[in-house]
């Protein structure tokens, strides 16, 4: 697949760079590490990301999915964003159980000095996006099979990817206060991400709501 940036795109360094170091990688130390399974018949992996499976080939990085009527919108196939962070956990991450606890973006390593950033980009956004509209919110939220859960006006749970899961909640603005949101993590993501990493993951999740809203 070819990806479409500028060549100075402050994405393309870095995708390069992660998709030289998955193609020299060994798949079988990589699923090992990763827990991601890989078939050494059809040289690819199978990894779950936002409802949908996809096929990840090595070394070529080429991706496939498993069609879905409902869902209709595949990050990993399309964004270099989510084609980065994934290559990235490939490459580095490793396979981490949660406690069952859920943490805020400030309480990650890191999280209190990015955590401006992270307010702008995703919980400003998903609370615009989505605290007026929240018929349009559950819609999505059903169509990768999320968890309803009863926190805030509404509030839902999903499998970002295999292991690692998120709690998105959202409150309903008025004519004195504005919508709000939460974005909460469970607490295996900061062992194979970083904090920079999470912000990437709630920017995708929310890019993948509204195309599927």
């Not at 940036?5 to 030289?20: F, Q």
């Not at 990085?61 to 399309?78: A, F, K, N, S």
């Not at 490939?90 to 400030?106: D, N, P, Q």
């Not at 920079?196 to 509204?210: L, T």
């Amino acid at each position: 697949m070819e990806l479409h940036y500028e060549k100075d795109s402050k994405e393309r360094i870095p995708y390069e760079h992660y998709l030289e170091l998955y193609q020299k990688g060994d798949p079988k130390e990589i699923s090992q590490r990763t827990g991601i399974p890989y078939d050494p018949e059809k040289q690819m992996f199978t990894l779950h990301l936002m409802g949908v499976t996809y096929f990840v080939k090595h070394p070529e990085y080429e991706v496939t999915h498993v069609q879905e009527d409902r869902i209709g919108y595949y990050p990993l196939e399309t964004a270099v964003n989510a084609r980065i962070l994934v290559l990235r956990y490939l490459v580095e991450g490793h396979a981490a159980l949660s406690t069952g606890k859920f943490i805020t973006y400030r309480e990650a390593p890191w999280g209190s000095v990015y955590l401006k950033q992270f307010t702008g980009r995703c919980i400003m956004r998903l609370a615009y996006g989505f605290g007026n509209k929240q018929e349009l919110f559950k819609n999505a939220m059903e169509k990768i099979g999320a968890t309803a859960l009863s926190h805030g006006d509404i509030s839902y749970e999903f499998e970002f990817l295999d292991g690692y899961r998120l709690q998105m909640i959202l409150w309903e603005g008025d004519d004195e206060f504005p919508p709000s949101s939460q974005i909460l993590f469970s607490d295996n993501f900061p062992i194979a991400f970083q904090a920079e990493d999470m912000a990437v993951v709630g920017d995708i999740s929310i890019s993948m709501i509204k195309a599927l809203a």
